[in-house]
């Protein structure tokens, strides 16, 4: 907000050393005439302003709630994001817009090391990669248009943060089985994830954000 503010400033101190000088030399008619400037170099930072209240006030409404918090067509959805700067969908969230029926036992046996118990209160959540992966063996429209969506909005900028902090973290890729029952709405029987450094998931550092 603080280069916003600064923008508008700068405009305005501009625009009124134009106004000053035109009343100056050319009297209150030509001052007038000026004000044209402040109609072509407000809008679009006045626009920015509020934009980013609207950020500021949303964030106040869920500071009460850990985690990165979305809304899909008007419905929450809860992300995590760990210290790899790897992102955590909340389950509960993805069940309400999707309706996909994979008990939590079966996604946590599916994916062991991309599933985890996150947050406050704490609630079961898929990495992106694997949530990403497991719509593709969902076959109704609004899983794909969802699944185009996390992709989209959730796991492409996290990737680009962890390629620009040289954060190497591959991502779980589907296997031939998981593609085919993708396309017959079959429940794949195995994955082949890409293996991740190290033992186990990374510790989960959840941060808010608006």
């Known amino acids: ?73 008007g419905m929450p959805l809860t992300v995590h994001e760990d210290v790899d700067h790897r992102r955590w969908i909340a389950l509960a969230g993805v069940r309400a817009i999707v309706g996909f029926t994979a008990s939590d036992a079966t996604l946590q046996v599916t994916y062991p090391e991309r599933w985890q118990v996150l947050g406050r209160p704490a609630a079961p959540c898929l990495r992106d990669d694997a949530l990403i992966v497991h719509l593709m063996t969902e076959r109704s429209p609004a899983a794909l248009k969802f699944r185009h969506w996390v992709e989209r909005e959730i796991a492409f900028p996290a990737r680009r943060e962890r390629e620009r902090l040289g954060i190497r973290s591959p991502d779980i890729k589907p296997s031939s089985t998981a593609i085919a029952g993708a396309m017959e709405g079959i429940a794949p029987a195995a994955l082949s994830p890409a293996p991740d450094p190290g033992s186990g998931a990374p510790a989960p550092s959840s941060n808010s954000r608006r």
Not at 42 to 53: G, N
């Open 1 to 73: 907000m603080t280069a916003v503010l600064t923008t508008i400033a700068v405009r305005l101190v501009l625009c009124g050393l134009v106004s000053y000088a035109a009343w100056r030399f050319g009297g209150l008619t030509s001052a007038v005439g000026t004000i044209v400037l402040y109609a072509i170099a407000l809008p679009k930072p006045l626009l920015d302003l509020a934009s980013e209240v609207r950020h500021l006030v949303r964030r106040a409404h869920w500071r009460d709630r850990e985690g990165r918090h979305y809304a899909y067509h």
